[in-house]
């Protein structure tokens, strides 16, 4: 299942902070971490001081099953070189790059432009049950689909509790 690699960061240092965009979507991104950071899969504050404004975030889905997560992402027009896939102290990092295509002469006018282009960055902390060695990545026809498997012994103490009256 795996034609996209999976980087491994951990050691890797960290980028400095740098000031928050006090304008954008970031505050209010920022404003929800605080609240959300200690759940799964929880979106990571990108803090590289890079504008990521310039492409709307992939949307992206996460399930579970006994097994595993699946996370997938919808990312129309890229191919398999625009994106990256990195992991680094447990948190995975989608990150690319979607490229303005001009077929047109360069005299010519642009009169509409409705898509985005521009460059991207979406960050997961991966719960603890995820076998982070075994993760594997697939994209096929604008989906990424990456296979976050569960460790033996995470699947082994799922149970159902049952509930007195």
Do not use: C, W
């Amino acid at each position: 299942m795996s034609n996209l690699s999976v980087n491994n960061r951990s050691d890797d240092k960290k980028s400095s902070g740098s000031f928050p965009n006090l304008f954008g979507q970031h505050v209010f991104d920022d404003f929800v971490q605080n609240f959300t950071s200690h759940l799964p899969f929880a979106r990571e504050a990108i803090g590289s001081g890079e504008s990521k404004l310039d492409f709307v975030n992939p949307k992206v889905d996460i399930t579970e099953s006994k097994k595993a997560y699946t996370l997938t992402a919808e990312l129309p027009g890229l191919d398999n070189d625009d994106i990256a896939l990195d992991l680094s102290d447990g948190i995975l990092t989608l990150s690319g790059q979607k490229k303005y295509e001009n077929e047109a002469d360069t005299d010519d006018n642009v009169h509409v432009m409705e898509r985005n282009y521009g460059s991207f960055q979406r960050s997961f902390r991966l719960p603890v049950s995820v076998e982070q060695d075994a993760i594997e990545a697939e994209f096929k026809k604008g989906l990424l689909k990456v296979k976050l498997p569960k460790s033996v012994k995470a699947q082994e103490l799922q149970r159902k509790i049952k509930i007195s009256n």
